[in-house]
């Protein structure tokens, strides 16, 4: 019975814009925008804390590289101080946060160490175009395939779900790292269908030219797939037991004596079917900045995941604060438009949240 | 109805698949983005470098037979140019050091660790010293100019001495303490003056000789500018990535990225003339892609997108024997490389039973190091059979510096576990407990053998030392920290944190074998904070240090052999560490799909194996042949 009044809430909701609804709406907008806040000032403090409590000392990695050869100790000791005194690392902590506060307030995500001089926005922003390009559709294209093709399964069923529910099991329990070496072996290094490294051709020099993007086409399917593949088997197994269990939920049959036109109940179960599917999809767009690692480090394809995980490696404090801080804001911003997009697609939050 | 649903649901698919096939459009918006980034270079390089260039002349890609592909040097993006500092990660053009990278700024003279000749580069013929060896003097090649068409004077090898000291680079630092000055007596003629000690002599004349062939010499006029955008502060000035620079070397800045960094050779490099090389280099351009790690660059190296590789290819013969490919190394058989270092197993001397020699000796004797070398090294470093230890080095120049014959009986080759046993059974050191271990005063011998995680080859050295200590009763466990952790640790004098511990050691250079002989036994490091000198055990004796501070200063040969000989029976005695392989300074394989004629041991030319890039190995360019 519940279901069906779960059924029937979804029913109803395109009625309920009204005056008390709007005013309900605000409140609790309202209420996430302050968690949002909450969230993000200590999301912030950690951003800022955590790398900086990781043993070790990245001054002491750059005066490695830096005096390799000087057999003076003092010298080498100078060195050690003027780099300390030069990214503040001998200051204490709170000073050095607020400097960071401050020069972030100017927009300013500081310089990076391990890539010294340069500019950490710099490097964020040679790297997220690839990340972006190479992520985001890939998202996207694993989910709608994944879904479509669970809901296929559990529609469908027969032969269908036979074959594609034992692949989608086999696909999302292959770790991303086992899925892009077999990729790279097969395609890469036995058939040499597709070229084992890079975002480009290694002899290419970027340029608007058709054999420019035929060379970033080519490089861009194996890391792709290699995404794609892994992100299918999961949501198909997750859309697959949703819709089954819609499709048999009390509702549905009610509907069914009510006479409901097949097509519109089908309709009303995918919705329904979806809403997990959703808080999935804004997770790993909210996440994507620092997922390809595998893909990334793989492939040698360009983009922010090696650029983190180098950063981790040389405990390159600005880069990975500004690293995580995006990861941060990223992930708060797509759960917040989710939240609030929840409230419009499922009246029920909104009501739980409110009352 | 179903049917009709599975045709939606059909053309979603197709949909995404469409999406899919699509987004590499998306991708291409980045590089496009940045191509004002593949002008800027053509735009600026007709005034800054001299070479002539414009948009037009960048093909969408580097004419295969025109490149030469570097892999093993940058793992990241090019940061900058600037040679005053040592922050630019700008590893194939800008590395100053015992054996400098010359493509781009140029020393006075070029190192050749074959033989420990010092060539000369900028420099008109050999250096001289005055009789009380407390000067260098040299001249500069009439031929030698800038990119901007300007001589290179000895106005400017003294200006530039003056700025690393006035600015504190890295260089001014480490030499400040031995050269005195560096003066242009006229516009071609340099002297390098030494630091005096209270005697009046040189206070260590090997390290100015070490300047001249390991420094870049930087143009005045350039400098001067640089100095005015950094205001005269030392840290702007070495912050400045120097994208107007003006240089000497035979390539300047092409093309980087993340992904990339390409030379471009410059038509008018001075060195064309017949003073010095009579040609220019035969690749136009000289690339580096940068990779992710060791593995993508060994497929890129198979599948022949790469030329010179200066990295560690495990089981290297292979891919001749095995794959049929046509890849060679410096030589067709074991070690295939030319090895120039001593990977080290430091004591640290505080830690308890090993402040005892014939417990340092046991453990050292009981390592099988052939086993290291076959499994760790895939036997590309000799064995302790073929090149007997000591403080030096396998190349000829520095065996030929000690007596064998005088210290034969204190070279152990590993795997003696009964010659160990019998050491510590004579030492007293035994199990008196009966619990499996051996003790002193009723403590057990037990030591943690460490080296950072994810060096692969260095943990399986130390496996091999742990399985060692089992064999003699000492127990010995291993221990991989992460490098960051690692490297704060054992620079610190003090640390009782790690008992046996890997360091490298100096390769080769115009000051080895002594730089090495200091590194791993002078007192003056023991005990030190933030010490990447060497002596990480902490290991004193007053005889090393006065034969450390004799050999500088030693010019006869007869006598140089004398102090190596005992500084190498100290170090056999007393065992303050003991060296686990051999190593090449740069791993040296190199493809000859496109390129052929690269150095090689048996070509009688003597350029060494340093990626046809560092000191003389650079004349290995000039040398190079398309295949045909």
Known sequence: MLQAKRGMAVFSNCQSIGGAALKGYLKYFGGKLIWFLITLIFAFLLNFILPRLMPGDPVAIITQRVVQGMTSQTGIQKVYEEYATLFGTNRPMHEQFFLYVRNLFQGNLGTSFSQYPRPVADILKSSLGWTLALQLPAILVGWMIGNTLGALAAYVKKGFDKVLLPASIFLSNLPAFGMAVILLVIFGVQLKWFPTSGGYGFDMIPKFSWDFIKSVILHYQLPFWSIVTIAIGGQAIGMRSMSIYELNADYVKFARFLGIKDRKIIGYVFRNAMLPQITGLALSIGTMVGGALVAETIFSYPGLGSTILTAVMGQDYPMISAATLLITLMVLVTTFLIEILYGVIDPRIKAAQTD | MKKRLIFILSLVIVFSLLLASCTPAANVEEPVGEEPAVEEPAEE???????????????????????????????????????????????????????????????????????????????????????????????????????????????????????????????????????????????????????????????????????????????????????????????????????????????????????????????????????????????????????????????????????????????????????????????????????????????????????????????????????????????????????????????????????????????????????????????????????????????????????PNGWSDWQAAMEIVAAAGEEIGIEITTLYPEWGVYQTVFVDGEQTEYDIFMVWSDGAGPTQPWGRVRQIMSSEFAGTQGNWNGNWGGYVNPRIDEIIAEIPATADQARLIELYTEATEIYLTDIPSFSLMYRPDQFYTVNETVWTNYPAADDGRNIPPMNLLDGYSIAGLYGLELVP
Request: net charge negative; hydrophobic share 40%.
């Open chain 2, 45 to 451: 390089e007709p005034a800054a470098a001299g070479v002539d260039l414009d948009a037009a002349d960048i093909a969408a890609s580097l004419p295969r037979d025109e490149t030469l592909y570097i892999a093993g040097l940058q793992w990241s993006a090019l940061v900058g140019w600037n040679p005053y500092a040592s922050t630019n990660n700008n590893a194939m053009g800008v590395s100053a050091g015992s054996s400098a990278r010359v493509p781009i700024w140029e020393t006075p003279y070029m190192y050749n660790m074959i033989n420990g000749e010092e060539i000369p580069l900028l420099a008109d013929g050999d250096y001289t010293w005055n009789d009380a060896m407390t000067e260098i003097t040299f001249t500069i090649k009439e031929a030698a100019m800038w990119s901007d068409g300007t001589p290179v004077t000895a106005d400017d090898v003294a200006y530039t001495w003056a700025t690393n000291v006035k600015y504190e680079t890295t260089a001014g630092v480490g030499y400040g303490e031995y050269i005195e000055t560096v003066e242009a007596l006229d516009p071609q003629t340099v002297v390098v003056k030494a630091k005096l000690d209270a005697d009046g002599n040189a206070v260590n004349p090997l390290l100015v000789k070490a300047y001249i062939s390991s420094e870049y010499v930087v143009q005045k006029a350039w400098t001067e500018a640089l100095e005015e955008r950094a205001g005269f502060d030392a840290a702007a000035l070495k912050e400045d990535p120097a994208e107007d620079f003006v240089a000497s070397g035979p390539y300047t800045k092409f093309y980087n990225d993340d992904q990339k960094v390409v030379f471009v050779r410059d038509d008018n490099y001075w060195g064309q003339d017949d003073s010095m090389w009579g040609s220019l280099p035969v690749p136009k351009y000289l690339a580096h892609t940068i990779y992710a790690d060791n593995n993508a660059g060994f497929l890129a190296l198979k599948a022949g997108e790469v030329d010179v590789s200066q990295q560690f290819n495990a089981n290297v013969q292979d891919l001749w024997l095995v794959d049929g490919l046509p890849i060679s190394t410096w030589m067709d058989d074991a070690p295939y490389g030319l090895t120039a270092s001593l990977p080290t197993a430091y004591y640290n001397l505080k830690s308890f039973g090993l402040d005892n020699v014939a417990v340092r000796k046991a453990i050292a004797m009981a390592v099988d190091y052939d086993t290291i070398i076959a499994n760790a090294m895939t036997n590309q470093s000799p064995t302790f059979a073929q090149v007997p230890r000591s403080v030096m080095n396998p190349t000829a120049g520095e065996q030929a510096l000690y007596d064998q014959a005088a210290v034969a009986d204190l070279q152990w080759v590993g795997s003696d576990i009964e010659g160990a046993n019998a050491l510590l059974d004579e030492a007293g050191i035994v199990d008196s407990d009966g619990d499996g271990w051996r003790d002193i005063d009723g403590q057990k011998l037990s030591y943690n053998a460490v080296c």
